[in-house]
Nanobody, 121 residues
């Protein structure tokens, strides 16, 4: 079975940094786009950053210049480097990937379980 597992969340002070990782595992044929989303209490889940298989990236305006998304295709892993963190960045962060699994007729969207990021002094 294909699964995504996030790691790297935690508590940091404003202005601090954190690096999230999300590794995909299972019977994977290929991975297309990968992305990070976040959801704060009482708010809708929003796209934070995404990256295509070829390495093209896109970001929400609120994180441009502070966050960097990257991927290691050999490791089936996507990363989110988070710098200059603000309290408003506090949320559960979820990784997302479009994956073609072995034996499937087409790609499917997979989600990780989420990792908590709390920015507070």
């Amino acid at each position: 079975q294909v699964q995504l597992v996030e790691s790297g969340g935690g508590l940091v002070q404003p202005g601090g940094s954190l690096r999230l990782s999300c590794a995909a595992s299972g019977s994977i044929v290929s991975i297309n786009d990968m992305a990070w989303y976040r959801q704060a209490p009482g708010k809708q889940r929003e796209l934070v950053a995404g990256i295509t298989k070829g390495g093209n990236t896109y970001y929400a305006d609120s994180v441009k210049g502070r966050f960097t998304i990257s991927r290691d295709n050999a490791k089936n892993t996507v990363y989110l480097q988070m710098n200059s963190l603000k309290p408003e960045d506090t949320a559960v962060y979820y990784c997302n990937a479009v994956i073609l699994a072995y034996g499937s007729v087409g790609p499917y969207i997979y989600w990780g379980q989420g990792t908590q990021v709390t920015v507070s002094s």
